[in-house]
Nanobody, 123 residues
Framework: QVQVVESGGGSVQAGGSLRLSCAVS????????LGWFRQAPGKRREGVAVINTGGSSTYYGDSVKGRFTISQDNTENTLYLQMNSLKPEDTAMYYC????????????????WGPGTQVTVSS
């Protein structure tokens, strides 16, 4: 079992930055792929960025490329999402998820999900 818990959400004006964190605990060795997803009201949950726990592969959604950066600190079992140049359309609940295989944005492959952290970007 893997547990993931997000933190770092909040309210920011457009153009601002936030850094989300995800604490990973439990059987961390089984978490091969860690990802960030988001869901806005009335919309489907979409992939934002994913990384394999070795750090050699990353994958970003088109809408966040060049603005968001996913990273991890394996010594602290923490996943990060640095979000710069935030836009109102980035407003959503952001979720951290873990998969035992490389899953990119295939949501069904992620067995472990956090409760989410809210990000609100005002214009």
């Amino acid at each position: 079992q893997v547990q993931v818990v997000e933190s770092g959400g909040g309210s920011v004006q457009a153009g601002g930055s936030l850094r989300l964190s995800c604490a990973v605990s439990g059987d961390t060795r089984s978490a091969y792929c860690l990802g960030w997803f988001r869901q806005a009201p009335g919309k489907r949950r979409e992939g934002v960025a994913v990384i394999n726990t070795g750090g050699s592969s990353t994958y970003y959604g088109d809408s966040v490329k060049g603005r968001f950066t996913i990273s991890q600190d394996n010594t602290e079992n923490t996943l990060y999402l640095q979000m710069n140049s935030l836009k109102p359309e980035d407003t959503a609940m952001y979720y951290c998820a873990a998969s035992t295989t490389w899953a990119a944005f295939e949501r069904s492959s992620y067995r472990y999900w956090g409760p989410g952290t809210q990000v609100t970007v005002s214009s």
